[in-house]
């Protein structure tokens, strides 16, 4: 198996296989599992979340010993905002999206952060691999194909989906031109 690396790739992004086998005998020309980047450790959000409190704690004893009591409880609400906005942001972590290609087949699999996973299939003749350039740091990767139009990769920095829309564009190319042996 040989597989694909770019520059622009963070490690661990994409993982491309070329003619690895699959079940059905069709070769799999790319196999690409798109993830966001994950948050820190949760030991280390947890050490942030304690010394903000530690800080909140001492303040709020500050403003308690001056008799502005009024004040503890957004201290509190502080803390417990940045504990959600932490567990927010690592369950929005979890949402991937596989693209699998294959000669007959493009499928995409959308799992979000919560909920049941979608699977959106193209045919590789027909869909297109579009890179809409919104502004100079900022684009959109679509698939498009008979009326139908998927984005793919909207948690993905720009420079990671433009380098994934060219490894989806020669793995498509090698799609159409694939002839079995």
């Excluded at 194909?145 to 380098?163: C, M, T, W, Y």
């Amino acid at each position: 198996m040989a597989g694909f690396r770019s520059g622009a790739l963070a490690p661990g992004k994409i993982r491309g296989h070329i003619f690895a086998m699959r079940a059905d005998h069709d070769p799999v020309l790319l196999d690409a599992c798109l993830k966001p980047n994950p948050p820190m450790h949760p030991r280390a959000l947890l050490i942030v979340l304690l010394v903000v409190a530690a800080m909140n704690l001492a303040f709020a004893g500050y403003f308690l010993s001056r008799g502005a009591w009024p004040v503890t409880p957004f201290m509190g609400a502080d803390v417990a905002l940045l504990a959600w906005a932490f567990h927010t942001s690592r369950m929005a972590a979890n949402r991937f999206e596989q693209v699998t290609l294959t000669p007959a087949n493009l499928t995409v699999l959308s799992q979000p952060a919560k909920g049941t996973a979608r699977q959106h299939s193209f045919n590789p003749y027909w869909v297109r691999v579009e890179l809409e350039q919104i502004t100079e740091h900022s684009n959109r990767l679509y698939l498009r194909s008979h009326g139908k139009s998927l984005q793919v990769g909207s948690f993905l920095a720009p420079a990671i989906r433009k380098s994934f829309a060219a490894a989806l564009r020669t793995a498509l190319s090698n799609a159409r031109s694939f002839r079995p042996a």
